[in-house]
Nanobody
Framework: QVQLVESGGGLVQAGGSLKLSCAVS????????MGWFRQAPGNEREFVASITNWSNTYYADSAKGRFTISRDNAKNTVYLQMNSLKPEDTAVYYC?????????????WGQGTQVTVSS
């Protein structure tokens, strides 16, 4: 079973930037599709961005042009660079791994990292 540990969350002012990291262990990282999801209080968990094992990337409309997902197979880590942050980006951010397409139904998740954007 693969283990995922997120880091990099914090408090930032609107317009600022944060870079989240997700370190993966217990599996062959390069074979996993990876994704970032987020969940705000009272809301369902939602897709933010994903990257395939071939480094094809996909974004939610809310993330396009502001967020960038990337992976470093040598470090077994996936990143989410978040720029131009807005208060509505406030949520717990989770990374997920899957050998098939990563989605809400994926089984491997991290514990989450809190991102809070103040106005």
């Amino acid at each position: 079973q693969v283990q995922l540990v997120e880091s990099g969350g914090g408090l930032v002012q609107a317009g600022g930037s944060l870079k989240l990291s997700c370190a993966v262990s217990g599996g062959t990282f390069s074979t996993y599709h990876m994704g970032w999801f987020r969940q705000a209080p009272g809301n369902e968990r939602e897709f933010v961005a994903s990257i395939t094992n071939w480094s094809n990337t996909y974004y939610a409309d809310s993330a396009k042009g502001r967020f960038t997902i990337s992976r470093d197979n040598a470090k077994n880590t996936v990143y989410l660079q978040m720029n131009s942050l807005k208060p509505e980006d406030t949520a717990v951010y989770y990374c997920a791994a899957d050998r098939v397409a990563v989605s809400i139904r994926s089984r491997s998740w991290g514990q989450g990292t809190q991102v809070t954007v103040s106005s």
